[in-house]
């Protein structure tokens, strides 16, 4: 208890000072901060931080999020992947609307009861906006206390979690809460960094950490044992007609769900068995141009993918034909498919 107090004391004696200039951070206004951090996860902050400024622009308020259509929410997604993330945030700004009279929660329980809202944003949108005594304990926060604690425990487990939150909520600062959020989010993102060595030279908490005394930080935290992903071969057929170019939605549910995305099988076909499929589509493919392969990580699973570029003459009926220019306007295409956009796009 003592030591968690000294570690308080420190991070908001430093963080005025090293907190990095972000444009989240310039107001407490729910709307902006819950937003930021749903985009943050997963996601580096460079990348971000233009996401953020386009979305406020188009979207300033929660009222707007409410209505928007849904292609529109994901073609301003594009990019960032996880897009139930940016659905649950339309899903809970028409909660703010239409059941809260446009009031945003104010404490833990209603702020956590919004869809997509879990335990890290809750507690991070609480204290941040409204002072609440609520740690947001993600990655960074578990990989930071557990060095300085030399903290066995598995942070893949919620009981490590929930008590990790717990010990931090007790000696969470009235009036600081939000500063004590973000110098922790700060410290793991900018000093006992996720990938390579900690910089303990420049950390402020380097006399309290055990890690740092024993030098044992490569130990914490200590995980579960990542599982291999699984490894799936597709074949994208990038079809263009005169100047356009066949795209459709993918199934309502699954993986990228209600995403659009160029036609593709599964398995890795030859250019004869390609041009057959997009016969059997009735797309009458007279050319090939090119091809170009690529692989797409998701969390658990890699689509290996070669495409291939075939002109047609019939923009058959079981696609939608849009320009390059549409596409990029209108389309949301996911992470996944837009190197072959790129590669069209310098092939023009
Ligand atoms: S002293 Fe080093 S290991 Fe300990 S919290 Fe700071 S950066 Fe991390």
């Known amino acids: 208890m003592e030591k968690n107090k000294q570690i308080v004391d420190a991070l908001l004696a430093w963080y005025p000072e090293h907190a990095r200039d972000l444009p989240w951070r310039k107001d407490r206004n729910p709307y902006h901060v ?3 951090e749903i985009m943050l996860q997963q ?5 971000v931080k233009e996401y953020y400024k386009r979305f406020l622009k188009e979207l300033p308020t929660i009222e707007d999020l409410a209505v928007v259509e849904e292609d529109r929410l994901l073609k301003l997604w594009e990019g960032l992947g996880y897009y139930n993330r940016a659905r649950n945030l339309k899903k809970a700004a028409m909660t703010v609307v239409d059941e809260l009279d446009g009031q945003f929660p104010d404490t833990y329980e209603g702020i956590l009861a919004l869809a ?3 335990d890290y944003t809750a507690g991070a949108i609480g204290s941040i906006c409204f002072d609440l005594q609520t740690p947001a304990v993600d990655g960074n926060v578990l990989r930071v206390y557990t060095r300085l604690m030399e903290d066995a425990s598995n942070i893949d487990k919620q009981s490590t979690k929930k008590q990790i939150r717990e010990q931090l909520a007790e000696v969470y600062p009235k009036g600081h809460c939000g500063m004590l959020t973000q110098a922790l989010m700060e410290l793991g993102a900018t000093v006992c960094v996720p990938n390579g060595a900690p910089k303990c030279d420049v950390c402020p908490l380097q006399e309290l950490c055990m890690a740092r005394q024993h030098d044992s930080w490569q130990q914490y935290p200590v995980r579960d044992e990542k599982k291999s992903r699984r490894i799936e071969e597709k ?10 170019i066949a795209v459709r939605k993918r199934p309502k549910k699954g993986l990228l769900s209600g995403m659009w995305e160029f036609p593709n099988v599964e398995g890795r076909l030859t250019e004869q068995q390609a041009a057959d499929i997009a016969t059997k589509w009735k797309a009458a493919p007279e050319h090939l141009k090119m091809n170009y392969s690529y ?5 658990h699973v890699e689509w290996h993918m070669t495409a291939y ?3 047609c003459r019939t923009m058959c009926e ?5 320009t390059i220019d549409e596409m990029e306007a209108d389309v949301a295409m996911p992470s996944a498919f837009r190197p072959f956009v790129q590669v069209l796009k310098e092939s023009k």
């Not at 996601?43 to 990348?47: D, G, K, L």
Request: glycine share 6%.
């Open 43 to 47: 996601t580096r902050v460079e990348a």
């Open 235 to 244: 074949t994208v057929l990038v079809l263009q007609c005169d100047n356009r």
């Open 34 to 36: 819950w937003l930021s």
């Open 309 to 311: 570029y075939l002109t």
């Open 318 to 322: 079981e696609f939608q034909w849009v």
């Open 295 to 299: 692989t797409h990580i998701f969390s």
């Open 116 to 118: 997509g809202i879990g």
